[in-house]
């Protein structure tokens, strides 16, 4: 029996993916989770479709190895650049009938048109989710009256993963790109936080957009979604343990890990250390 035998996996570059597990723990608190923070390379957000998708494999091989099957990319950048990819050609040959992967994109994109009254969409991610137009093409599918405009705040993933978020300095990054994206439409009124990091972020968004903004991330969206996924799919759904358990692993210094980890979880957490390749 593999360790972590039916614990659903969760993924981020870094600490982004605990704003989705804090949720999911918090609706679905039946299950045994396993998170993996690949911080020893994160932030992916810069880093070629290639690279993004190669680290991402291993990630999810190394969640296989640990007895999960079913994976969450509770990352952006990794559901913009490898899910499809795994989806398509790697899980079938690592026995895809047993095994799921899942990403945050989707379940967001079908749910974005019950926020929106404008019609007019706002998306802050990292270069490589923006680059992909995973959204604008995600989104078209569901709600074909939407416009999506985009904005790539490269800064705000490092700000958040060397906590130094809260602060002036931050606020020029945060102030400069909320201006860029509203002067592409005055008329977005939802802004989505496309990028499992930035939840930390929104009470300083909230300063600088227009009062009856509404911002929205992604945690009980995708929350949610788990838990109508795993209804609709008992197959995978008994394949999941329920002992309400949560392991914490991190590909850097698991001392760090835990240190850092509290701000985003609220909780504190004990980690240990993984080897991905
Ligand atoms: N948290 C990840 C996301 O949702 C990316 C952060 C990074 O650049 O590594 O896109």
């Not at 404008?118 to 416009?147: D, M, R």
């Not at 705000?156 to 439409?185: C, R, T």
């Not at 008329?187 to 990028?195: A, K, P, S």
Request: overall charge neutral; some cysteine; charged content about 15%.
């Amino acid at each position: 029996m593999q360790q972590h035998q039916g614990s659903i996996g969760i993924f981020d570059s870094g600490y982004g993916g605990l704003t989705i597990l804090k949720e999911i723990v918090h609706l679905l608190p039946q299950y045994n989770y396993l998170y993996l923070g690949d911080n020893a390379r994160s932030p992916y957000g810069t880093r070629s479709y290639e690279t993004v998708y190669q680290y991402t494999l291993q990630a999810v091989n190394w969640f296989f190895k640990q007895g999960c099957s079913l994976v969450i990319l509770a990352c952006n950048t990794a559901s913009a650049k490898a899910l499809r990819t795994i989806q398509q050609n790697d899980l079938p040959k690592m026995g895809g009938l047993h095994h799921r992967v899942l990403g945050v994109i989707r379940p967001t994109s079908e749910i974005i048109g019950s926020f929106t009254q404008t019609g007019n969409v706002g998306l802050f991610a990292t270069s490589g989710t923006v680059q992909s137009q995973s959204y604008v093409i995600e989104i078209k599918k569901f709600f074909p009256y939407i416009q999506v405009f985009q904005e790539a705040c490269p800064m705000w993933v490092p700000l958040i993963e060397n906590n130094e978020f809260d602060n002036a300095g931050a606020d020029y990054f945060i102030q400069k790109h909320v201006n860029q994206l509203m002067a592409q439409n005055s008329r977005i009124d939802t802004i989505l936080l496309g990028c499992t990091h930035y939840p930390l972020l929104k009470d300083r968004i909230q300063k600088y957009v227009p009062a009856n903004t509404t911002i929205l991330a992604q945690g009980t969206i995708v929350a949610h979604s788990l838990q109508n996924y795993l209804q609709r799919h008992p197959e995978i759904a008994h394949k999941c343990t329920q002992e309400s358990t949560t392991h914490y692993y991190t590909t850097d210094n698991p001392i760090e890990f835990n240190q850092k980890a509290s701000i985003f979880f609220g909780n504190s957490i004990i980690s240990q250390s993984a080897q991905l390749t």
